[in-house]
């Protein structure tokens, strides 16, 4: 319900890959990233009695040895075309191991894709805490993505299909486009000076009841109470949910805290029930963009600016 807040609201309630590793920012899927092609030298047998080359022990960086390592997918999670990777570290990674990390970071594609790592400042975690992966443009459906972090942790998720919704705050208006079927849906959005954030926004989760407090988000004692069919779509507070202003508001003016309104007559239910962590939903029309480490904004940022935040591109 909140707009623009530093505390987020009080929550109650196979076929064989295409192969990216993503340890080279903006590869191109479709050979192991980084390997190279076997030499005339490399076919020959090795002569006899000469010792074969021991490879070298992969030592781990300390950022992946030490524990308190998080990924935000879970094993044979179905997400939707925007979700990144997004890893995350108990404790600062000091810039001069970044690189050393990144390269024990894999992410694997059936379908050819163009991806890279970022390092982002997570809204609620300090400088090089939090590192993301997200392709060029969004994920194709029906790519199976495999993640491998260091060598302790293994993911496997599946784009399962298109959401893409783009709320206009100035007709008031939420245009749903699922699997190239498109529908239009009335909505409220944020108020004057409480302006819902502009930008790609990416669903994180979904609760079917959300305790919103207007004290945890700089509102004093506006609101507090259970809003249903709630929406997660940024870690300082904005949901898409169901409000009973939008019974009278939605597709004519704008009278929220800066979440986003949608009436009781089943069409927050019929929203809530149809989206997944990972569908997109973008705002247009309104202020201030929403940044990369709100939630997932990673897609608010150039694919230039993006490649950039890799350590393997400094």
Same mark, same amino acid.
């Given at each position: ?23 080279? $920012?903006?590869?191109?899927?479709? +050979? ?34 030490? +524990? +308190?390592? @998080?990924?935000?997918? $879970?094993?044979? /999670? ?12 108990? @404790? ?10 990144? @390269? @024990? ?23 090089? /805490? ?119 508001? $939605? ?33 247009? +029309? ?29």
């Amino acid at each position: 319900m909140a707009r623009r807040t530093r505390i987020r609201h009080v929550v109650r309630g196979a076929a064989a890959a295409v192969l990216c590793a993503g340890v080279l $920012a903006g590869c191109s899927v479709g +050979g192991e990233s980084g390997s190279a092609a076997p030499t005339e030298d490399d076919r020959k047998p090795a002569s006899a009695g000469t010792p074969s080359p021991r490879a070298k022990p992969v030592v781990e960086p300390a950022a992946l040895r030490r +524990g +308190g390592v @998080r990924v935000n997918v $879970a094993d044979g /999670q179905r997400v939707g075309v925007g979700m990144p990777v997004s890893v995350t570290f108990d @404790r600062p990674v000091p810039k001069a191991e970044r690189a050393a990390v990144e @390269r @024990r970071l894999k992410v694997r594609a059936s379908t050819p894709t163009t991806g890279s790592w970022s390092w982002v400042k997570d809204r609620n975690l300090h400088e090089g /805490q939090r590192v993301d992966y997200r392709p060029k443009a969004y994920w194709k459906p029906g790519t199976k993505v495999t993640v491998r972090v260091g060598s302790g942790i293994d993911r496997g998720f599946t784009v399962a299909r298109s959401l893409v919704a783009t709320v206009d705050v100035r007709s008031h208006t939420m245009t749903v486009v699922k699997d190239g079927v498109t529908r239009r849906v009335p909505i409220t959005a944020g108020a004057p000076g409480m302006d819902t954030w502009n930008g790609t926004m990416v669903v994180s989760d979904k609760q079917r009841r959300v305790f919103m407090d207007s004290r945890t988000v700089g509102y004093a004692d506006a609101y507090a109470g259970y809003y249903s069919y709630a929406v997660h779509l940024t870690t300082s507070g904005t949901y898409l949910h169901e409000n009973p202003k939008a019974n009278t508001y $939605a597709g004519n003016s704008n009278v929220t805290h800066g979440c986003i309104g949608l009436a009781t007559d089943g069409t927050a239910r019929r929203f809530y029930e149809e989206v997944i962590p990972g569908d997109v939903i973008r705002v247009t +029309g309104s202020k201030e963009t929403v940044a990369p480490g709100n939630g997932y904004g990673d897609w608010n940022v150039s694919w230039d600016e993006w490649r950039a935040g890799s350590a393997l591109n400094a």
